[in-house]
């Protein structure tokens, strides 16, 4: 069965610090890869989105970036935190059918930045 | 206009009552529709998918109206553990990714 990692649980880091988040997905291969943000109390936000490696497009544009350096593996990462940055991290993986786009995705169980 | 957009609620609804949500999307070319469940500060977990011909899990009932391009969940019998954040989601077409609206919140009183 498929199952998606993504750590650290919890971060709290100092304006100006780096970031790096890191989410691997097991028992699929080619899996389209999403970061979303959700600021407390509102809706998830997509960051990013790649379906492949290197393959990887922006959907805001912001103070981070992602890398696909592996098939499995999707980074987030900031050279320099700000304090607008704070949020819940969801990495999820879906895959796409031949006729019906990206299905249902599965999601990490996420990291709680704060940045202060 | 949105591309996926829900009432944000709040929804508060006595135990034992019937609630229902509803979501339009804006993209005709949709072609997969799921309703998610997030509990607060946890990730959002897939609640069930909805299929044309519409769907049923206890009680839980999903349906699609590709025309009105809305989809709708129904839950009967609330549950005090039903109160989450319930997100609708739609896919941009065949070769699209997945986006979800906002979220409508759920709150059972006892």
């Known amino acids: 069965s498929q199952t998606i990692h993504q750590w650290p649980a919890t971060l709290v880091q100092p304006v100006g610090s780096p970031l790096s988040l890191e989410c691997t997905v097991e028992?699929?291969?080619?899996?389209?890869l999403y970061w979303y943000r959700q600021a407390a109390g509102r809706g998830l936000q997509l960051l990013f989105y790649s379906v492949g490696i290197g393959q990887i497009s922006s959907e805001v544009p912001q103070n981070l970036s992602a890398s696909r350096p592996q098939d499995r593996q999707f980074i987030l990462s900031s050279k320099k935190l700000l304090l607008s940055d704070s949020g819940f991290y969801l990495c999820a993986w879906s895959f796409r059918t031949w006729n019906e786009g990206d299905t249902e995705a599965f999601f990490g169980q996420g990291t709680r930045l704060t940045v202060v | 206009r949105k591309e996926v957009e829900q009432d944000p609620g709040p929804f508060n609804v006595p135990e034992g009552a019937t609630v229902a949500f509803n979501c339009t999307y804006s993209?005709?070319?949709?072609?997969?529709f799921f309703w998610y469940r997030q509990d607060c500060r946890k990730e959002p977990k897939l609640l069930m998918s909805?299929?044309?011909s519409g769907n049923e899990d206890g009680r839980f009932t999903a349906q699609l109206n590709r025309a009105s391009q809305y989809i709708s969940l129904l839950i009967r019998d609330s549950k005090l553990s039903d109160s989450a954040t319930y997100l609708c989601v739609v896919n941009g077409g065949r070769d699209d990714k997945i986006i979800f609206g906002k979220g409508t919140r759920l709150h059972i009183l006892p």
């Open positions: 028992g699929t291969s080619n899996p389209n």
């Open positions: 909805v299929y044309s």
């Open positions: 993209n005709s070319a949709s072609q997969s």
